[in-house]
């Protein structure tokens, strides 16, 4: 198979293979994500999901293969990329406000030294805003819900300003009302040509959210428009016998 | 017992020795507090610990390669030097070992403590046989109360230079500690930016072990910053409160120390910290564990008004339509929640303290005051809002409703309600509970 | 070199102490707190001097209980500490150790005037000189170090032995643990009340050094080569022991060959953990050093 990568795409992945020790997590990995897309990421626990984005933003060491942001090797168009970790990633009770967490989008166009300043709490804030939190801008983390947290993270990608996002599970446990805002937000950020890519548990709610899905188990099973994707065969392939899941996403089918 | 001048000039400084051992130990204690918050924050606090241990095999090896170069072995920049290496090897070792392997912070810390510490053992136990090896020991214990003026210029110097890289670099370190792979998903070096904290870490530490002695270093490198943590959620703050405390302890440390002759100066710091560590636990206005337990009594104390208010007027409700004020059985109340006799005697007790119940009246019938009967209408006419709002709003079965809206009203404050209230325009009257009011048995 | 009986029950004590320490190593290094080994063996000095004061002479027996109670009230305040401050683990540590040395300093000086108790032979035991203190056995002389690390040791394996499964759960899951009804706190505290009487025993006739090194450098050596409990512990025990008998060898053979007179066996002991350990870390064959480059290889390799 010959694959063509786009030089303008937001996201291409080239025959990347990650090994966590002497077992491959995600092997053979190609995929050509165009510009202004809602992606979801699905597929059943241990799947590779995260590692998948992680391996994206060079956090873990890639085994074989190259990942291109804008046509560029990540290191060079890094600018051009925000991301949303896990919210268990990070230690909630860490002496810091939503603000000050937000304002870290910011650091990096800030550079070395030079403190922050009222421009980029303005930023801060502004993002605050958008995710619908602002009036909490001054309070400590851990005094926040989990949903707000979830809200604090996305509002930290936003300051970033970057033209593709990678979320790891922003919908988790969050409740009803921060699940919609994410929704929202997430439409703002497509409609204004941004790329989202998101990982995904809910394969209820994954066709009436996304535009275009990635099935992942290990390799890629399909990737492409949640049109033409989003299909029983796909859903097989990619979760295997797991059928209680199937009758969830068949019903899901035929709603949408 | 010294005499209230000997304290005053003590405490005032006014004796040339105390004077260079306060100042040196609290500018010791300024940059390890400062440099202490961000290990704290890395969950790294045995750091200091691992790399004071680490440093003892540079140290003999300074001296056998001083001394077989000719020299007398004793020079104090060759020793630091030997240090300083065998402490940043050190933490490499550790970081190597955490980074190639799947054991953690404290084994990888462990390791470096114990073989290091072992090896400069074995290293100090060949090197003393050569002439002028007394006296290394001083490296481990310490000798603050015989610290010198060179010495001050020395901590104070390395001090206010880990101090000022560590406020440039304030920004990075926050995001290090607090989200590593986000930092380096945004491209910050945060491998180099580990060792940059690490090697200020080690400078304090390698001026500090020679100045005050192990112990005291690792010490102020923990003590100080976790004492802050009660008093602020603000990493700004914090810093400069740790800061703060460090070189306060250091100050009254040693200024008692030099009042009683016996007490080594170093051990009478580490309990002015730890004092302070712990008057700070307990009492921090931010994370102290009165305010704590405090708050929860409020929390317990408010709900259990609202429980036992919310009961008088549902059974009020059961009794007339309209709603109006009259005495309620006591047993009634008693039956209406899970309420043992003496839990309901509390709440009763606190009632009437609250003015929610009148005075006086027979105990078996408990009659709402004017207030207490308002204050009941308006909780259980914000309870059913709530209930209201989750049924509507949410797909929570009717049924698991009220075990929710019992945790959580208390929670929303006056603002959420006003919110509901809009939303949901309210009636002119209360609503009606959405549930059947079980009738008491 | 020179070998002599008195090197075997050099060699043969420190393999019981290295062994008796590395067993609670373990599960220290499995719970995240390989540092209370350095930690208790820094804090059980007030324990010391108090007994001391207490008693007014250098009986080992009161000493002893000293300082296992000082070790457990370590665990105790660390625990305390780390719950009701919301404190990370290892700073609670550090500050009750830290604080009951200081302790123990104080109270040491005060009894200076009349006594040998400096806190330097706290730190260096004297593993070189424990068949100067010995015991008769019948016609045997046995040393008096031997005996108690020998029964440090029987008593580690009698304990972990009978409770090895509560052990291994509460390690794994605490939360597990208490809904299955073996209270990990009381478990918390009875592996805190061995690691301090092991500490104190070794330290007292062999020193601090062998302690901390032998709680940490073996288990977590065992690690790097199993990821099963009785095998870790089993290898654990293996590595302690050889790390003790080639560390005898070594300080006997290389200050010679180095050009000094001898040097300090716990410390040759210590570093030569140190040394199996690299070896574990690099030739392990499931995820050492080596294995991890050929891993990285062959799958590129394979992909490509």
New interface residues.
């Given amino acids: 198979m010959v694959h063509e990568h786009p030089p303008d795409c937001p996201l291409s992945v080239h025959d990347l293979t990650v090994a966590y020790q002497r077992k491959p997590v995600i092997w053979d990995v190609d995929l050509n994500i165009p510009e202004g897309k809602l992606v979801g990421i699905v597929g059943p626990n241990g799947a590779g999901k995260s590692t998948l984005l992680?391996a994206c933003?060079?956090?873990i060491p890639k085994t074989s293969g190259w990942v291109h942001i804008y046509g560029q090797p990540y290191?060079a168009n890094?600018?051009l990329?925000g991301?949303v970790?896990q919210r268990e990633?990070?230690?909630w009770d860490?002496?810091?406000?939503a603000l000050?967490?937000v304002a870290?989008g910011t650091?990096?166009r800030?550079g070395?030294?030079r403190?922050?300043g009222k421009a980029q709490k303005a930023i801060a804030l502004e993002a605050l805003e958008k995710v619908g939190i602002a009036h909490l801008a001054g309070r400590?983390i851990?005094q926040l819900s989990g949903g707000q947290q979830q809200r604090v993270f996305l509002a930290?990608a936003l300051a970033?300003d970057a033209k593709v996002y990678?979320m790891d599970e922003p919908f988790a446990a969050v409740d009803?009302a921060t699940e919609q805002a994410i929704v929202v937000l997430l439409q703002e950020l497509r409609d204004s040509g941004r790329t989202c890519l998101v990982v995904h548990h809910d394969l209820a709610t994954v066709a009436q959210y996304f535009d275009w899905l990635i099935f992942l188990n290990l390799r890629v099973v399909a990737s492409g428009p949640t049109r033409e994707v989003f299909t029983d065969e796909n859903l097989r392939k990619t979760y295997g016998g797991k059928l209680s899941l199937l009758d969830h996403a068949a019903e899901a089918i035929r709603r949408s | 017992m010294p005499t209230p001048h000997e304290i005053l000039s003590t405490v005032l400084l006014q004796s040339y020795n105390t004077r260079v051992v306060v100042l040196g130990t609290a500018m010791l204690g300024l940059a390890s507090g400062i440099t202490g918050a961000f290990l704290?924050?890395r969950?790294?606090?045995?750091m200091?610990?691992a790399l004071s241990h680490a440093t003892f095999p540079g140290i003999g090896i300074a001296f056998a390669l001083m001394v077989s170069a000719g020299g007398s072995g004793k020079d104090l920049p060759g020793l630091l030097t030997g240090a300083t290496i065998s402490g940043v090897l050190g933490v490499l070792c550790m970081l190597a070992?955490r980074n190639?392997?799947?054991?953690?912070d404290?084994?990888a810390?462990?390791?470096a403590?114990?073989?290091f510490?072992?090896?400069?053992?074995?290293?100090?136990?060949?090197?003393q046989?050569k002439p002028g090896a007394a006296g290394l020991?001083s490296f481990?214990?310490g000798k603050a109360a015989s610290m010198v003026f060179s010495d001050v210029v020395m901590i104070s110097t390395v001090g206010i230079t880990v101090t000022a890289t560590a406020l440039?670099?304030?920004?990075?370190f926050?995001?290090l500690?607090?989200?590593e792979?986000?930092a380096?998903?945004?491209?910050?070096p945060v491998l180099r930016l580990d060792i940059l904290l690490l090697v200020l870490v080690t400078a304090v530490t390698v001026t500090g072990l020679q100045a005050v002695g192990l112990?005291?270093i690792?010490?102020f490198?923990?003590?100080p910053p976790?004492a802050a943590?009660?008093w602020?959620?603000?990493?700004r703050r914090?810093l400069v409160l740790s800061g703060g405390i460090g070189a306060i302890s250091g100050w009254l440390g040693a200024s008692v120390s030099a009042l009683f002759a016996?007490?080594?100066a170093?051990?009478?710091i580490?309990?002015t910290a730890?004092s302070i560590?712990l008057f700070s636990?307990l009492f921090g206005t931010a994370?102290g564990?009165v305010l704590k337990l405090l708050d929860q009594a409020r929390l317990q104390r408010r709900i259990g008004r609202q429980h036992l208010l919310r009961a008088a007027y549902e059974i009020l409700e059961t009794m007339n339509q309209p709603v109006s004020n009259q005495p309620i059985p006591r047993q009634r109340l008693l039956e209406h929640r899970s309420w043992s006799n003496p839990e309901l005697s509390r709440l009763l007790t606190q009632a009437r303290n609250e003015d929610h119940i009148e005075p006086g009246s027979n105990p078996a019938q408990i009659h709402l005051s004017e207030s207490g009967f308002g204050e009941a209408s308006r909780i259980t006419r914000n309870h059913r809002l709530w209930e209201l709002y989750l049924i509507t709003h949410?797909?929570i079965a009717p049924s698991h409703v009220d075990r929710d809206a019992d945790l959580v009203e208390h929670i929303l404050g006056a603002e959420m309600v006003r919110a509901l209230e809009a939303e949901l325009k309210p009636r002119p009257v209360i609503p009606n509970s959405p549930h059947q009011i079980p009738s008491p048995s | 070199m020179n070998w002599t009986p008195d090197d075997t029950w050099i060699a043969l004590t420190g393999a019981l102490c290295a062994m008796a320490c590395s067993l609670p190593g373990c599960f220290l290094?499995l719970r995240?707190?390989?540092?209370m080994?350095?930690a208790i063996s820094?804090a059980v000095l007030p324990g010391l001097a108090i007994a001391f004061l207490v008693t007014g002479e250098r009986a080992s027996l009161p000493m002893f209980l000293g300082a296992a109670a000082t070790g457990v009230l370590t665990a105790v305040f660390t625990q305390w500490?780390t719950r009701?401050?919301?404190?990370?683990q290892?700073?609670?540590?550090?500050?009750v150790f830290?604080?009951l040395?200081?302790?123990g300093?104080?109270l040491i000086?005060?009894a200076a005037d009349h006594v040998d108790l400096d806190?330097?032979c706290v730190?260096?035991g004297a593993i070189e000189f424990i068949t100067f203190d010995t015991v008769s056995l019948g016609s045997t002389e046995i040393p008096r170090a031997a005996l108690v690390n020998g029964g440090a040791l029987l008593l580690n394996l009698t304990v972990i032995a009978t409770l090895y499964k509560e052990l291994r759960i509460s390690s794994f899951d605490s939360g597990l643990a208490d809904t299955l009804g073996f209270s990990s706190g009381l478990l918390h505290y009875l592996l805190m009340t061995l690691v301090a009487v092991t500490t104190v025993a070794a330290f007292e006739s062999v020193g601090s050094?062998?302690v901390?090194?032998m709680?940490?450098?073996p288990p977590?050596a065992a690690?790097?080569l199993t990821r099963r409990l009785l095998p870790m512990l089993l290898l654990s025990s293996a590595i302690a022991g050889a790390s003790a008998v080639l560390g005898h060898w070594a300080?006997l053979i290389v200050?010679p060959l180095?050009g000094?007179?001898?040097?300090?066996t716990?410390?040759?002991?210590?570093?030569t953990?140190?040394l199996l350990?690299t070896l574990a870390?690099i030739f392990s064959p499931t995820?050492g050093?080596l294995r991890?480059r050929a891993d990285a290889l062959s799958s590129a390799d394979g992909t490509t």
Wanted: contains cysteine; aromatic residues 12%; hydrophobic residues 55%.
């Fill in positions: 992680k933003l060079d956090l290191r890094r600018h990329v991301y970790p990633s990070v230690d860490f002496p810091v406000n000050d967490v870290m650091y990096r800030l070395w030294f403190p922050v400590q851990s930290r970033q990678f009803a | 704290l924050l969950k790294r606090s045995l200091g610990d070992i190639t392997t799947r054991l953690r404290d084994v810390m462990g390791f403590l114990s073989v510490f072992g090896t400069g053992a074995a290293v100090y136990a060949m090197v046989t020991e481990i214990y440039l670099l304030l920004k990075e926050t995001v500690c607090f989200d792979n986000f380096a998903s945004t491209g910050w112990i005291l690792i010490a490198l923990i003590i976790t943590r009660f602020t959620n603000s990493l914090m016996n007490l080594p170093g051990a009478l580490v309990l730890a560590f636990m994370r564990v949410a797909d | 290094v995240k707190m390989s540092m080994g350095d820094h500490i009701f401050g919301n404190i990370d290892g700073a609670a540590m550090g500050i830290t604080t040395f200081a302790l300093l104080i000086v005060q806190p330097g730190l260096y050094i062998i901390i090194a709680m940490i450098v977590a690690l790097l300080a200050p180095i000094f007179e001898r040097t300090n716990s410390g040759m002991i210590a570093f953990a140190g350990f870390w995820e050093l991890r």
